[in-house]
Nanobody
């Protein structure tokens, strides 16, 4: 069992930056691939970024490539999402998710555990 708690969301102007954190409780964090997903009002939940259990492999949605960076600190059981050059279309609730195993998962249905989310609002 893994419990995930996101933090770091808030209101930011377009062009600004935010850093999201996701703290995991429970054992064996290092055995989970992690992902950040987001869901805007009226839209389906979508992948933002994912990272393998070692941190050696990452993947990003095309819409955030070059602007967002996912990373993890296994010693702290924490995964991060650094978001730069934010745009109004990045406004959404951002969720952290975990999946048991070594690979990267891009689909919400493939994740095993979810946090409750943190709201990111980007004003124009």
């Amino acid at each position: 069992q893994v419990q995930l708690v996101e933090s770091g969301g808030g209101l930011v102007q377009a062009g600004g930056s935010l850093r999201l954190s996701c703290a995991a409780s429970g054992r064996a964090f290092v055995t989970y691939g992690m992902g950040w997903f987001r869901q805007a009002p009226g839209k389906e939940r979508e992948i933002v970024a994912a990272i393998s259990w070692s941190g050696g492999n990452t993947d990003y949605a095309d819409s955030v490539k070059g602007r967002f960076t996912i990373s993890r600190d296994n010693a702290k059981s924490t995964v991060y999402l650094q978001m730069n050059s934010l745009k109004p279309e990045d406004t959404a609730v951002y969720y952290c998710a975990a999946r048991k195993g070594p690979g990267i998962e891009r689909t919400p249905g493939g994740m095993d555990y979810w946090g409750k989310g943190t709201l990111v609002t980007v004003s124009s």
